[in-house]
């Protein structure tokens, strides 16, 4: 992958892309729901378990007999989940195929490392990455895109039944848990309870603590809230005495009227400037795997079950019905950049990135 003269170091990409080393508490910063997988055993981001550059260039392969097969796409992914599942689908159902590629994805435990992969690893040029750290990757001098809206965000503050935070301004004075401040969820979700509420970051202590092991801590009261995402949060309304107490996305919703995701489709500059046709490809089948999921909900939970991480009936029952609106059902491209250039810059007035806002993130492929 070529270099501009600005590269930056790991441990600033890490804290960059909202990567999480603490002891014990390591990723799970997204939607993640199963136990990991085998494509992320070591959890290297150096490009060592990288694939061979023929196949993540996108280019047209041939056999020894001289007969064409279809194009090859590396594609950075979650190992199962709510995000994990989209290129699960789109290989499944053959929407990759019917765009002439065949979908390559290599599975990584949490969305930061495979966030990781698109700024240390040019073996996997496509993947997905949030806005806010796309920008800071920009003003690093790396060269994402962001296509379209992978995922719409469906993260929420959670608390116990029993305590005294009633709403979002009750949030003031206490302690909140999330994996990384660096992530995009959480800077949103930062955004947002100042924009629609006025409590500004200073007003409440951040927890460092990874999704699935928050949920015990706020049930033993060692929390007062955490910020958590489906399908953990179907989990939680089943297993604990939580309610839901904010959710950032609706209030971008009726703050802006604009949709907000977590992450989004994205590819390095350089693997699209070389595989043009193959862009468009993958963002068209991610359209479809996307619609697919929107009019199949049903059936898509029962059979991914055990890879969203639902472990019950009541489990899988109840994703049916949350499960239903986190998956865009068309692209509007003009409101999408219009949302993320606009949260970019609240998170930028806030101070939470020193980064300008830029056009340069986007890529309009369709």
Same mark, same amino acid.
């Given at each position: @992958?070529?270099?501009?003269?600005?590269?930056?170091?790991?441990?600033?990409?890490?804290?960059?892309?909202?990567?999480?080393?603490?002891?014990? $508490?390591?990723?799970?910063?997204?939607?993640?729901?199963?136990?990991?997988?085998?494509?992320?055993? +070591?959890?290297?981001?150096?490009?060592?378990?990288?694939?061979?550059?023929?196949?993540?260039?996108?280019?047209?392969?041939?056999?020894?007999?001289?007969?064409?097969?279809?194009?090859?796409?590396?594609?950075?992914?979650?190992?199962?989940?709510?995000?994990?599942?989209?290129?699960?689908?789109?290989?499944?159902?053959?929407?990759?195929?019917?765009?002439?590629?065949?979908?390559?994805?290599?599975?990584?435990?949490?969305?930061?490392k495979v966030?990781?992969?698109?700024?240390?690893?040019?073996?996997?040029?496509?993947?997905?990455?949030?806005?806010?750290?796309?920008?800071? @990757?920009?003003?690093?001098?790396?060269?994402?895109?962001?296509?379209?809206?992978?995922? $719409?965000?469906?993260?929420?503050?959670?608390?116990?039944?029993?305590?005294?935070?009633?709403?979002?301004?009750?949030?003031?004075?206490?302690?909140?848990?999330?994996?990384?401040?660096?992530?995009?969820?959480?800077?949103?979700?930062?955004?947002?309870?100042?924009?629609?509420?006025?409590?500004?970051?200073?007003?409440?202590?951040?927890?460092?603590?990874?999704?699935?092991?928050?949920?015990?801590?706020?049930?033993?009261?060692?929390?007062?809230?955490?910020?958590?995402?489906?399908?953990?949060?179907?989990k939680a309304?089943?297993?604990? +005495?939580?309610?839901?107490?904010?959710?950032?996305?609706?209030?971008?919703?009726?703050?802006?009227?604009?949709?907000?995701?977590?992450?989004?489709?994205?590819?390095?500059?350089?693997?699209? +400037?070389?595989?043009?046709?193959?862009?468009?490809?993958?963002?068209?089948?991610?359209?479809?795997?996307?619609?697919?999921?929107?009019?199949?909900?049903?059936?898509?939970?029962?059979?991914?079950?055990?890879?969203?991480?639902?472990?019950?009936?009541?489990?899988?029952?109840?994703?049916?019905?949350? $499960?239903? +609106?986190?998956?865009?059902?068309?692209?509007?491209?003009?409101?999408?950049?219009?949302?993320?250039? $606009? @949260?970019?810059?609240?998170?930028?007035?806030?101070?939470?990135?020193?980064?300008?806002?830029?056009?340069?993130?986007f890529n309009?492929?369709?």
């Amino acid at each position: @992958m070529t270099r501009d003269s600005t590269t930056i170091d790991r441990r600033t990409a890490l804290k960059l892309t909202g990567g999480v080393a603490t002891s014990g $508490l390591a990723g799970l910063a997204g939607c993640a729901g199963g136990t990991g997988g085998s494509g992320d055993s +070591d959890g290297s981001t150096d490009g060592s378990g990288g694939t061979d550059d023929s196949e993540g260039s996108g280019d047209t392969a041939t056999d020894s007999g001289g007969s064409e097969e279809l194009t090859s796409i590396v594609h950075g992914a979650t190992n199962g989940g709510t995000t994990g599942i989209l290129t699960s689908v789109m290989t499944d159902q053959g929407f990759d195929e019917d765009h002439g590629f065949t979908l390559q994805a290599e599975g990584f435990a949490s969305p930061p490392k495979v966030q990781q992969q698109l700024v240390f690893n040019e073996d996997i040029p496509t993947g997905y990455m949030g806005s806010i750290v796309a920008t800071r @990757m920009h003003s690093k001098g790396e060269n994402p895109q962001l296509i379209g809206p992978y995922m $719409l965000y469906h993260a929420y503050i959670v608390t116990r039944s029993d305590t005294d935070i009633e709403g979002p301004t009750d949030l003031a004075g206490k302690q909140i848990s999330f994996a990384s401040e660096a992530a995009d969820a959480w800077l949103k979700f930062v955004v947002m309870l100042d924009e629609a509420h006025g409590v500004s970051r200073d007003q409440y202590e951040f927890v460092q603590a990874a999704p699935p092991a928050a949920l015990s801590l706020l049930d033993k009261g060692e929390l007062d809230a955490i910020l958590t995402y489906e399908p953990l949060m179907t989990k939680a309304l089943l297993q604990y +005495d939580f309610e839901t107490v904010f959710s950032p996305r609706e209030a971008w919703r009726e703050a802006e009227d604009l949709p907000l995701t977590t992450v989004d489709l994205a590819w390095t500059k350089e693997w699209y +400037d070389a595989n043009p046709d193959a862009g468009v490809s993958l963002a068209e089948a991610f359209i479809d795997t996307q619609q697919y999921l929107n009019e199949n909900v049903d059936t898509v939970v029962e059979e991914y079950s055990d890879s969203i991480g639902l472990e019950s009936q009541e489990q899988i029952d109840l994703a049916k019905e949350r $499960l239903v +609106d986190i998956y865009p059902s068309e692209w509007d491209i003009e409101a999408f950049q219009e949302s993320e250039r $606009l @949260m970019v810059q609240k998170a930028r007035d806030l101070g939470l990135i020193e980064a300008e806002p830029t056009d340069d993130i986007f890529n309009e492929v369709l």
